[in-house]
């Protein structure tokens, strides 16, 4: 019994054997965005078919090509970068092989190459890439592929178990699985039920309190009352917000390659959080995000929150340090296409930056009609640090009242810095002082004890100035300051885009008037002369038209709910992408999504109170043998939680979580000389991250600080762990890794650790052992203990008891109470919802 306990530790570590989405569609889009424009422009010139004899014998306008290789052999080891030379001359790493010969490309560049090599090298051409679209070419050609025709309400259907129902959800999917001659499985438990409802909805277990009300509750509205609950509460925000994130490339640091702190992107955060919990209307939600500041407002509150929405066009991997001006300020525009076709629509768009979509009816001059429009955008500025450019700032209307309140705390924290510049005054006076007497001479020479207090008062006054030469310019940089955010606004004079020849910011075509994804455009969209169109473009996104917004919303949410999307590649709704395992039903949803309001809480009910939603994960070997991906949902798929579930699990089955207004995540070290624009710094607001202020061990994983160029430390290291989402990339559904370093981290992590002592402590403040299993089995897995788990848990206990002898009998409680708790929280029933 005892090894089979112990033993959980170990289950837990070794995970459930999970598969993720297929990472083929986010490594094609890498290749698209990242590697094949450098080698449009860097090597085609020399290395493709357009040359008669490609130099060296190699050719580099296929992955064919590239293993084959050259006269020097395959330029492409697929998955070890060190071994492929295409890296090696990329990086100079060999005097006689420099590529390209003009100069060496920028570290960003070689880096991206370094990881789509690691990754694979996944590369889709199987030929010369394709000449851009003339612009006669029929815009309408593909038009008939099912994701570019426009939802249907679909009726109802009819099934033949009419009592199984219990939504319009579930007569769409039980009439495919009588098709089939499929069943579903029975229901989950209540127990299971509401743990998986409330880690869906809010990323949290519910409380051992909720469990007990819950289960009391026998009516036919208990689960009602419980969606209810938890769509009103604020972690629901908190939760879905961070879904959110992931396609927005949040981070609180700008771009990759410098430690630049992005001193408002917490704005953005803390605006999602609130639009998720106040059910902003998603159509509403897109219009500010894209075109916020062009928008009309009531209060200045809604003025505010308008234009920090505008924060999710600049909050990506910027490259701010960039001394071709052009060039940054396409690549800043390749991003926001890319950003919004593939949030808002699940297309890459920005695949046809040099050339027409391999794959899918959009050309080229598709692309650089939504350029115009960003670029017609003002997104990045120069500054006065050299080559650096900066995120737009926009200053944030205030009301009276908040004038008022930053006056004072503004008078407040002068008088603070006048009294710090004070006391380092004196301290450097007396600091005089000492140093005249250390150094007398004659009768005045100090003695030996004198000297040694006095040496030991300089060491203290030494000390104060440097901590004091910190706090003063750190209060400074901290001063109440006017409101500002990340935030966007158009040029004074937009203007249409002009192609950019292989993606070369200074080989330019004929310029594309500004518009639209013409396939989804059977009505033209005009854009006024004086504005950059993105008014316009988010009209577009959500009009009755455009065939694609309202699919690839709902159907990320259905993903998040039941593991999977009805379209599994939910970034990618494309040719290659999957096609729809309902299509009738994500079109009654697409349509009723619309219908509602765009409201995502309803949606989000009405999935959740679902009869499908309310079955088991149970496998079943008949409905198996037909269904075995269970793309029919004869089953609810079992999933592991995220990385921020499993912290925030941790800490509220613990008993430590902390709620949190939001604000900014980073507590940092300012340099005297730097500071922000808004602060009129004359260098760039660098930071280190020293250390995470002490509450931020407890407060939820959202509003912890994320960096792009180092691993996440402290009490996010979880992050580095169990498959967050690079900061760096934009994407609906987390890949799902089973690797040893988690199991190393479920058994040695301090976090674990600590939450395990942390909630041992609360379950032995119940007064016998049979009471706390019964206590610690309702917090951890929020379900009754069974005879047999109880039975080995006595076991276990006596067993380490035994092992402690010659302690005090508390102490021995308390540790042996860790090592069953620690095992719990390690375990697959704690680490997956069912």
């Not at 729809?580 to 949803?589: G, I, Q, R, T």
């Amino acid at each position: 019994m005892l090894l089979k306990l112990q033993s959980c530790l170990l289950v837990g570590c070794v995970l459930v054997a999970m598969t993720g989405q297929v990472q083929a569609n986010d490594d094609e889009a890498f290749f698209e965005s990242k590697i094949r424009p450098v080698l449009v422009e860097h090597c085609y010139e020399c290395h493709s078919s357009k040359t008669k004899v490609p130099k060296g014998g190699l050719r580099v306008d296929s992955r064919a090509a590239l293993l084959r290789g050259g006269d020097s052999g395959p330029a492409l080891v697929p998955g070890k970068p060190d071994e492929s030379l295409i890296v090696k001359a990329m990086n100079y790493a060999d005097s006689a092989v420099e590529m390209p010969p003009k100069a060496k490309l920028a570290d960003p560049v070689l880096a991206d190459f370094r990881l789509w090599v690691a990754r694979g090298a996944v590369d889709p051409r199987n030929e010369v890439p394709l000449v851009a679209q003339p612009a006669g070419t029929d815009p309408t050609k593909g038009r008939d592929f099912w994701a570019f025709q426009v939802p249907k309400s679909h009726p109802v259907p009819a099934v033949k178990d009419s009592h199984w129902p219990h939504t319009d959800v579930d007569h769409f999917l039980l009439a495919k699985l009588e098709s089939k001659g499929l069943k579903p499985v029975p229901d989950a438990d209540r127990y299971t039920w509401l743990r998986r409802v409330s880690i869906d909805l809010t990323g949290l277990p519910p409380t051992p309190e909720q469990i007990t009300e819950y289960i009391a509750d026998t009516t036919p509205q208990a689960n009602e009352r419980v969606v209810d609950r938890l769509l009103a509460s604020a972690a629901f925000g908190e939760r879905w917000a961070r879904h959110w994130l992931d396609l927005t490339g949040y981070a609180d640091q700008i771009g990759t390659a410098n430690d630049l702190f992005a001193e408002h992107a917490w704005k953005y955060r803390d605006y999602t959080i609130a639009a998720f919990n106040t059910d902003k209307p998603f159509d509403q939600f897109i219009r500010e995000q894209i075109a916020g500041d062009l928008l009309p407002y009531k209060t200045v509150e809604e003025r505010a929150s308008n234009l920090i929405a505008t924060g999710f066009l600049l909050l990506g991997d910027l490259t701010v340090v960039e001394a071709d001006k052009a060039k940054l300020r396409i690549d800043v525009v390749d991003q926001q296409i890319d950003k919004v076709s593939k949030a808002f629509l699940g297309l890459t768009v920005s695949c046809a930056r040099c050339h027409d979509h391999k794959f899918d009816p959009i050309s080229q001059r598709d692309y650089y009609a939504l350029g115009g429009i960003f670029n017609s955008t003002e997104s990045v500025h120069k500054v006065e640090w050299g080559v650096w450019s900066w995120p737009v700032i926009a200053e944030l209307p205030e009301t009276d009242p908040q004038r008022a309140e930053r006056a004072t705390k503004l008078a407040q924290q002068q008088q603070r810095i006048e009294q710090l510049k004070a006391e380092r005054e004196q301290a450097k006076q007396r600091k005089t002082v000492v140093a005249t007497a250390l150094n007398a001479k004659d009768e005045e020479e100090p003695d030996q004890p004198t000297r040694e207090r006095l040496e030991a008062e300089q060491k203290e006054l030494d000390a104060r100035i440097r901590g004091l030469d910190t706090q003063i310019p750190h209060a400074e940089f901290f001063a109440p300051a006017v409101p500002a955010a990340f935030a966007v606004h158009d040029y004074p004079q937009p203007a249409d885009m002009q192609i950019t020849i292989r993606g070369n910011a200074h080989a330019l075509g004929e310029a594309v008037p500004r518009g639209v994804v013409q396939i989804m455009s059977p009505k033209p969209v005009t854009i006024p002369a004086n504005e950059s169109g993105r008014r316009q473009l988010a009209d577009w996104l959500i009009s009755p038209d455009n065939a694609l917004t309202a699919r690839v919303t709902v159907n990320r949410i259905w993903q998040k709910l039941f593991g999977e999307g009805l379209v599994r590649s939910v970034d990618y709704f494309g040719v290659r992408g999957e096609l729809p395992s309902h299509p009738e039903l994500l079109d009654y949803l697409a349509t009723r999504f619309v219908a509602d309001g765009w409201s995502q809480k309803r949606l989000i009910r009405n999935l959740v109170l679902s009869r499908t939603y309310q079955l088991s994960s149970s496998h079943n070997a008949a409905e198996n043998a037909v269904d075995p991906d269970n793309r029919l949902l004869w089953r609810m798929n079992r999933r592991r939680l995220d990385a921020e579930s499993l912290r925030d699990s941790l800490l509220a089955t613990s008993g430590q979580l902390m709620t949190s207004a939001g604000g900014p995540g980073l507590p940092l070290e300012y340099p005297e000389n730097t500071g922000g624009l808004s602060k009129g710094g004359v260098n760039p607001p660098n930071f280190r991250l020293n250390k995470f202020r002490p509450e931020q061990e407890f407060v939820r994983t959202i509003y912890l600080p994320i960096i792009r160029s180092a691993p996440q430390a402290g009490p996010a290291e979880v992050r580095n762990v169990f498959d967050f989402t690079l900061p760096a990339e934009f994407a609906g559904q987390r890949s799902v890794t089973t690797v040893p370093t988690q199991a190393l981290f479920l058994m040695n992590a301090n976090v674990l650790k600590q939450r395990a002592r942390e909630l041992a402590q609360k379950v032995l403040s119940v007064p016998d052992d049979a009471a706390r299993l019964e206590s610690l089995w309702l917090r951890v897995l929020n379900r009754p203990i069974t005879d047999t788990e109880r039975a080995e848990s006595v076991a276990f206990l006596n067993d380490l008891r035994t092992l402690e002898p010659g302690t005090e009998a508390a102490a021995t409680d308390l540790k042996v109470w860790s090592e069953l708790c620690h095992a719990l929280l390690a375990s697959n029933e704690f680490l997956v919802r069912m």
